[in-house]
């Protein structure tokens, strides 16, 4: 049961910003961290970044920190990811789930993903 629906990527150049958008259901919001993912081509999904249920607690992978932003709405169970001075690097399919904490989770244990967002970076 898919709980959570992902928009706002698209394509962009090099150096340009994109603000991506999840809206959760209210039982995985108001429960669990969470997490914004990504699986470039030919790779396996990782995790980019993630939040705390009063979102006092923020985690940034080292490729994406200084540049991307995480953020929560609580009254629109809704997580946001602003990314800026994107680079090719970052093309992937992002994904946005409960904060899982095991790369066997993150990669292929977890089943309940949503279909993501592309984001291509590319001049």
């Known amino acids: 049961q898919v709980q959570v629906v992902e928009s706002g990527g698209g394509f962009v150049q090099p150096g340009g910003s994109l603000k991506l958008s999840c809206v959760a259901s209210e039982s995985i919001f108001s429960l669990y961290g969470m997490g914004w993912y990504r699986q470039a081509p030919g790779k396996q999904r990782e995790l980019v970044a993630a939040i705390s249920v009063a979102g006092g607690s923020i985690y940034y992978a080292d490729s994406v920190k200084g540049r991307f932003t995480i953020s929560r709405d609580t009254a629109k169970h809704t997580v946001y990811l602003q990314m800026n001075s994107l680079v090719p690097e970052d093309t992937a399919v992002y994904y946005c789930?409960?904060?899982?904490?095991?790369?066997?989770?993150?990669?292929?244990?977890?089943?309940?993903w949503g279909q993501g967002t592309r984001v291509t970076v590319s001049s």
């Open positions: 789930n409960r904060r899982l904490y095991s790369d066997y989770d993150i990669t292929q244990g977890y089943k309940d």
